[in-house]
């Protein structure tokens, strides 16, 4: 399937777990994402993942971007709606090696245990500003529903 992609995740003291779907909550693992014929250890993931049990969430953006502000919010209401213990990291993306260390798809990113579930497939990793699908058409940032609804996986 051309632009698809496989995300693998291997806890390293245990190499026999092997996960691709509940991709990270234990502090040694390595997620590896294959695309086409070429194979990329997942560097956000190395530097950020769950521990304990708990959801890291890391939202990333742009200075300057008009939506951060709102994801952030609305990220805090789902993280209410759900009872969840989750953490939210604000980061600054800063330059193009930042945007590739994260896998950043767009200001603002939301990483939920080092994944963006909002990511499309074979969406470039850039610095741009970033829309999403909701129920009311392209907006800058995800609804509380479509955050709540990832963050309860």
């Known amino acids: 399937m051309p632009g698809a992609s496989l995300h693998l995740c291997v806890d390293v003291e245990s190499p026999s777990k092997i996960d691709g779907n509940?991709?990270?909550?234990?502090?040694?693992?390595?997620?590896l994402r294959f695309t086409g014929s070429s194979c990329f250890v997942d560097r956000a993931f190395l530097l950020f993942v769950g521990h304990n049990g708990v959801v890291k969430i890391r939202l990333l953006y742009l200075e300057g971007?008009?939506?951060?502000?709102?994801?952030?919010?609305?990220?805090?209401?789902?993280?209410?709606?759900i009872d969840s213990d989750a953490d939210v990291e604000l980061v600054t993306v800063e330059g193009p090696d930042d945007a590739e260390q994260y896998g950043f798809h767009g200001s603002p990113s939301i990483l939920v245990d080092g994944v963006d579930p909002f990511a499309e497939p074979g969406a470039p990793v850039g610095l741009a500003c970033r829309l999403y699908r909701t129920p009311a058409g392209l907006r800058g940032a995800p609804t509380v529903e479509q955050l709540a609804a990832v963050l309860a996986r």
């Open 65 to 81: 971007c008009p939506h951060w502000r709102v994801a952030h919010e609305r990220l805090r209401e789902a993280i209410a709606e």
């Open 22 to 31: 509940n991709i990270g909550r234990t502090r040694n693992a390595v997620r």
